[in-house]
């Protein structure tokens, strides 16, 4: 199981950090284990491989999931539930150079 450690709360406002040693990458994020997975898989890994969300000195997940579904979920802020993710619409004018791309 890939591990996501998670850390303290950023300026007491839902966000976390967290980071993934086996891949070393690291973020800030409301929903830590959803983009981490997003991370792992920009990064080549295995879309069916397990990841697990930490807290310190814990030796079990308190969340899993495999890297390809939480690649492609997010949470849905108006109630609890999960949401098909999309890029937000400044992250594609990065992508492509400021440029803006129709689908």
């Keep these: 199981m890939i591990r996501v450690e998670l850390g303290e709360e950023v300026n007491r406002r839902g ?17 830590p284990l959803l983009d981490a997975c997003r991370e792992i898989k920009r990064m080549g890994g295995d879309p069916l491989a397990n990841v697990g969300l930490f807290r310190e000195a814990r030796f079990t997940p308190d969340m899993t999931c495999s890297v390809g579904w939480g690649a492609k979920h997010t949470v849905d802020e108006s109630g609890p539930k999960f949401a098909k993710w999309q890029p937000h619409p400044m992250a594609m004018v990065r992508l492509t150079g400021g440029q803006i791309l129709k689908p």
């Design 15 to 31: 966000k976390w950090r967290w980071t993934c040693p086996a891949y070393g990458v690291q973020g800030i994020s409301r929903q």
